[in-house]
């Protein structure tokens, strides 16, 4: 009875870390729809040139539409994740909009994360009934996005004096507290690197990433008004965040 209750859970918490996941899109396209109408009003450029934004927008919301009911889900999470990389290439390649390198890292590291929640989804973890085995191969290349982006969140937690500040105002302990997350992060990043103790690091990051979204993320008066991230940019991030603790979700429940 307590294998049964315990499977029936993991499974509960592996569709539910893929029901975010797949409405990750949703969110991403309508908070980049009100970022860029944020930034009309102060006559700054979107990311993506006007032209290519809507089928940017289009493609986002297609992948996400099919994903969300089911239909060819792995093929459509392997579109989505190809449809983020060359979204997000095309966004820093362009030029139009200037960010500080602590705020690239932390854009960049989070559409990476994301790409690899896709790629997992594509190797068919989190079906509720998989009628084909899960591709490995996709699987290991998911997580290593997931542990670069825990390098990221090292990087910035050493070298990012904005990082460091936005933890340090909530976190007890101080700067020893700190290097113990560093220490914590870069442990995560080995494991999800490596793929050994998948499932266990993966647990461990589903415990850590609704505090860090609740109390770092959520903080959106520090960032955006003491370090000048727009509103909605700070907004997408989070959902950003929202999309790696559904992956994260995925891999911690679906053994």
Not at 141 to 148: A, E, K, P, R, Y
Not at 227 to 235: A, D, P, S
Request: charge should be positive.
């Amino acid at each position: 009875m307590a294998a049964t209750s315990r499977k029936k859970a993991l499974r509960f918490f592996s569709q539910f870390g893929a029901f975010i996941l797949t409405r990750f899109s949703f969110w991403n396209c309508f908070s980049m729809l009100m970022l860029f109408a944020e930034r009309a009003d102060v006559k700054r450029k979107p990311d993506i040139p006007v032209p290519y934004l809507y089928v940017d927008l289009g493609a986002a919301v297609l992948c996400a539409s099919f994903m969300s009911f089911g239909v060819k889900r792995r093929w459509f999470s392997l579109l989505a994740a190809i449809h983020l990389a060359l979204s997000t290439y095309i966004s820093h390649a362009g030029g139009q909009v200037h960010y500080g390198d602590w705020l690239k890292v932390r854009m960049y590291s989070r559409a990476m994360a994301i790409i690899g929640g896709f790629l997992v989804l594509a190797s068919g973890a989190g079906e509720a009934y998989r009628q084909k085995p899960r591709t490995r191969s996709l699987q290991s290349t998911g997580q290593v996005f997931l542990g670069i982006y825990l390098i990221c969140m090292v990087y910035s937690l050493q070298h990012s004096q904005e990082d460091r500040l936005a933890y340090l105002d909530h976190i007890p302990g101080g700067e020893v507290t700190l290097q113990l997350l560093v220490l914590v992060f870069g442990l995560l990043a080995l494991s999800f690197l490596s793929g050994y103790y998948i499932w266990l690091a993966s647990q461990i990051l589903a415990v850590l990433l609704p505090l860090i979204i609740l109390f770092i993320d959520g903080n959106l008066a520090y960032w955006h008004k003491s370090c000048r991230v727009e509103f909605w940019n700070q907004l997408k991030l989070i959902g950003q965040s929202v999309g790696i603790f559904g992956a994260v979700l995925i891999l911690a429940t679906d053994s």
